[in-house]
Every structure is written in structure tokens, then in C-alpha cells.
């Protein structure tokens, strides 16, 4: 069974671009998780998408914005890119039992 | 606030001895209760799931579940140097629509 894939796994992008990033959940997961982690810092939740629906959202400026195909497939993206942004961002999916199962992030770098 | 506390570390053990990590939890609605472990510049890694009050053993990897103290541990036999990572305590509650709440992680180092 293939695990969570994210994609790219690294983009270098310039304050003030946009970015998207791809997250294709385990087959039979409905509900896909977005985080943010920075160096030395936990994991801070952005979202989550289930059934093409956003079911919970975390305390993120609105920059910060997600979306789930019919696939259950979703995308991040983030508008005005400021430095902050750096980070790595993970994808996780869930199945029936709650437990996530991540991907292999994609690493931010703004400059 | 729905809270799930770790002790930030770094926790140090001796290689071979036992580890053990704690974490407590604020949502007394909660149901499911995970272990992750992250190497460094890597994505978490499920390593235990336990959903009932007891203790649950995998391997070298024992997870217990006191829902009345709201306390999850993870004790980890015969530590081994590639056991130093981050590990990650999560919680979620009875409804499928719940989300999952991460602790911020206990740094465990092994020393030879």
C-alpha cells in the first residue's frame, strides 16, 4: 500500500511569491491534514480537509489556505511568501482509527 | 484549550537501559492515543497506537493508557542508539471528525 506523497520535496522561493504544494493521502483516506514545523519547534496544524470539505483550521493568517480534490488528493497554498514561511511543511492522512500517517514533507526555503 | 503535554527533554538514557517518556493530556473526551517518533529534518513516524486502559507491547516498545490520570507513556526496552530521535505524543477524541492533537515532543538521546 503506498504512504503519504508530497510534493516537491524542496522549493526555494522569493518574499512575496506564492506557493502550492501537493499531497496525494493513502487510497481509502478521506481526511488530510496540513502542518507546519520549524526548526526546534512542534508541530503547528493549518488544517484539515475531509471529503472536500475544511472540517478544522488552525491558527494561521489567511495566506495560508488548503484544498481537497474528489481524489481526496489536496493542495496548500501559501500567497505573499514572507520569510517566517520557511519551514517544513507536512501532510498527513487519516483513516477510520484517527491515526496520521505522514509524508515526507516539503522543505520551504524563502529568500 | 485541548492540550497534550510532553516534557521538551532532551531525556538521556544509557544504551540497553530503558527509556521512558510521558505525556498528559487535557481532553478527558479523548479516545485514541498515538506515538510518533521523528528523526531529525524527517516526517513523524507511527511507531504506537494504544486505545484502551492497560499497557500494549511492540517489540521493544511498550505503550500504557491511564485514562483516569489523562496519563500516556512510552517505555522503550534496550534502548539503542538509533532510538535517539523526537518523540511525539498525540491524542484524538470519540468523534471521527476529531482532530488530532500533537504534543510538542520529548528529545530522547541514547549514550554508548
Known amino acids: 500500500k503506498a504512504g503519504v506523497t508530497q510534493t516537491p520535496r524542496y522549493l526555494i522561493k522569493t518574499r512575496g511569491q506564492q506557493v502550492t504544494l501537493s499531497c496525494s493521502p493513502i487510497s481509502g483516506h478521506r481526511s488530510v491534514s496540513w502542518y507546519q514545523q520549524t526548526p526546534g519547534q512542534g508541530l503547528q496544524f493549518l488544517f484539515e480537509?475531509?471529503?472536500?470539505?475544511?472540517?478544522n483550521k488552525g491558527n494561521f493568517p489567511g495566506r495560508f489556505s488548503g484544498r481537497q480534490f474528489s481524489n481526496s488528493r489536496s493542495e496548500m497554498n501559501v500567497s505573499t511568501l514572507e520569510l517566517g514561511d520557511s519551514a517544513l511543511y507536512l501532510c498527513?492522512?487519516?483513516?477510520?482509527?484517527?491515526?496520521?500517517?505522514f509524508g515526507q514533507g516539503t522543505r520551504l526555503t524563502v529568500v | 484549550q485541548k492540550e497534550v503535554e510532553q516534557n521538551s527533554g532532551p531525556l538521556s538514557v544509557p544504551e540497553g537501559a530503558i527509556a521512558s517518556l510521558n505525556c498528559t493530556y487535557s481532553d478527558r473526551g479523548s479516545q485514541s492515543f498515538f506515538w510518533y517518533r521523528q528523526y531529525s529534518g524527517k516526517s513523524p513516524e507511527l511507531i504506537m497506537s494504544i486505545y484502551s486502559n492497560g499497557d500494549k507491547e511492540d517489540g521493544r516498545f511498550t505503550a500504557q493508557l491511564n485514562k483516569a490520570s489523562q496519563y500516556v507513556s512510552l517505555l522503550i526496552r534496550d534502548s539503542q542508539p538509533s532510538d535517539s530521535a523526537t518523540y511525539l505524543c498525540?491524542?484524538?477524541?470519540?468523534?471521527?471528525?476529531?482532530?488530532?492533537?500533537f504534543g510538542s515532543g520529548t528529545r530522547l538521546s541514547i549514550r554508548p
Open positions: 498525540a491524542a484524538t477524541g470519540y468523534s471521527s471528525a476529531s482532530k488530532i492533537i
Open positions: 480537509y475531509f471529503s472536500e470539505t475544511q472540517r
Open positions: 498527513a492522512s487519516s483513516g477510520t482509527q484517527g491515526e496520521a500517517f
